[in-house]
Every structure is written in structure tokens, then in C-alpha cells.
């Protein structure tokens, strides 16, 4: 017989409702599975709680094939791109040639407060919407020309970044949090 799921994970649950999110539970675990469609690409997301550290952990995944050629410039700008992060990290799965960005948060509390975990989500799918393009950049980079691809200067680029969502639509952060304030 199957445990009910934590308050933990239900309040994650909840969170997505709030936010219009489908997500469904991944039997036998403390973990819910959505899709959702970015700028760039299809993330596949996984939120798991951990109910005896009052943690949320929020796995966003894209696939990504990295011709031998140019994995080590790829996971270069990996952890490059990780350099610049204050929250979460980006990883490449080789194995299963998935692009990951993982982010992790402790709450003070049982039931998850629905807007850090939505801001965990916008988080993971914005960082991966936007290191997708770059990435793509450097795989159609020709291998001559890899050593003169400046990975400081492309993980500067603006012009391939998402837009931005507009102010008072329902996926804007910005919008609702200047309400709240």
C-alpha cells in the first residue's frame, strides 16, 4: 500500500495549481513530473521533496547531443555559466545527453511557500531557455574554429536571450511581486 503523499508535496502541488501548471505524481516517490514549453525548448521538470529536511529540490532537463568534438567546450561553458550563478547549477548528463539545471531549497517549514517554489521553477526554465541558444551556437561551431570561440564573450550575448514576459500578464514575476511590495 502507497503512503499519502507529504504535506511537503502537496504543497508543491498547490503551488503549481496556483500558478495553472499541470503536474503529475511520480508513483511510489515524493516527486511531481511536468512539461512545460519554453522560448528555445521542451524542459521536462521534476519538483521532489524531502520531507525530513523540509527541502525542495527542482531538476529542469532538455536534451542536448554533444559530438565528441565539442563536449569539453560545452561543459566548459557549463561551468562557465555556473560562475555566475548565485542559485542552482547547471550539469550535462552524458549518459542519457541531457541538459540539466538543478536548484535546491531548505524551508522553515512543512507546508512550501508557493511563491519561492513557483520562483524555483521560473528559475529552472528561465536558465535553461537561456543557455540553450548559446549552447547551440558553439555545437554548429565548426571544430577548426572551436579554439577561436570565445566562451566568455558568447555567454555575454544578449541578442539570443528569451524575451522577457510582458509586465501584468500571468507569467510575469516582476508584475506580481510589485503588487505584493
Not at 99 to 105: E, G, H, P, Q
Not at 120 to 125: E, P, R, S, T
Not at 157 to 180: A, H, I, Q, V
Request: charge should be negative; glycine fraction near 4%; include cysteine.
Amino acid at each position: 500500500m502507497e503512503s499519502p503523499p507529504s504535506l511537503q508535496l502537496q504543497s508543491v502541488a498547490q503551488a503549481f495549481g496556483q500558478q495553472g501548471w499541470h503536474c503529475e505524481p511520480v508513483e511510489g516517490r515524493e516527486v511531481l513530473e511536468a512539461h512545460f514549453e519554453a522560448h528555445h525548448t521542451h524542459i521536462q521538470l521534476h519538483a521532489q521533496a524531502f520531507a525530513q529536511l523540509n527541502a525542495l529540490s527542482i531538476v529542469a532537463e532538455c536534451p542536448l547531443t554533444s559530438e565528441p568534438s565539442h563536449l569539453a567546450a560545452t561543459l566548459e561553458l557549463l561551468m562557465r555559466a555556473n560562475k555566475q550563478l548565485t542559485l542552482g547549477s547547471f550539469e550535462f548528463d552524458i549518459d542519457r545527453q541531457q541538459l540539466v539545471f538543478r536548484i535546491t531549497n531548505l524551508f522553515d517549514r512543512e507546508r512550501f511557500d508557493a511563491d519561492i517554489v513557483s520562483s524555483m521553477v521560473h528559475c529552472a526554465i528561465a536558465e535553461l531557455d537561456r543557455i540553450v541558444p548559446l549552447v547551440g551556437v558553439l555545437t554548429k561551431t565548426p571544430v577548426d574554429l572551436l579554439e577561436d570561440l570565445s566562451l566568455p564573450l558568447l555567454l555575454e550575448r544578449e541578442d539570443l536571450l528569451p524575451p522577457l514576459p510582458e509586465e501584468n500578464t500571468p507569467d510575469s514575476l516582476e508584475g506580481g511581486w510589485e503588487e505584493e511590495l
